[in-house]
């Protein structure tokens, strides 16, 4: 059974930092896409940061520079250094595999790919 956790999250103010963890369990992670993706409100699941299977990254504008999406193949792990946060980076921040396309707008729902169940970040000004 695939399973993904994620923990690290919790609250941070305006320009600090925080880094995710992701552990997999069932699968080797090396071998697939891996992602983070954060439910904003709207409701829209939001794309924050991708490694595909050959270290090749990828974020949106909203992101990119500030967060960074790394993996450890030895732990079977994938990290989320996110720094310079701002208010709007208030989330919960999902780990997922294999590109999943959320429905709805809903991150965590899906017909393919992984979940993880989700590590709530709050940033204050």
């Known amino acids: 059974e695939v399973q993904l956790v994620e923990s690290g999250g919790g609250s941070a103010h305006t320009g600090g930092s925080l880094r995710l963890s992701c552990t997999a369990s069932?699968?080797?992670?090396?071998?697939?896409?891996m992602h983070w993706y954060r439910q904003l409100p709207g409701p829209e699941c939001e794309l924050a940061a991708t490694i595909e299977d050959d270290g090749t990254t990828h974020y949106p504008g909203s992101v990119k520079g500030r967060f960074t999406i790394s993996q450890d193949n030895a732990k079977n792990s994938v990290y989320l250094q996110m720094n310079s946060l701002k208010p709007e980076d208030t989330a919960v921040y999902y780990c997922?595999?294999?590109?999943?396309?959320?429905?709805?707008?809903?991150?965590?729902?899906?017909?393919?790919?992984?979940w993880g169940r989700g590590t709530q970040v709050t940033v204050s000004s």
């Open positions: 997922a595999a294999d590109t999943p396309v959320p429905l709805g707008g809903r991150c965590g729902l899906s017909h393919s790919g992984y």
């Open positions: 069932g699968f080797t992670l090396d071998d697939h896409d």
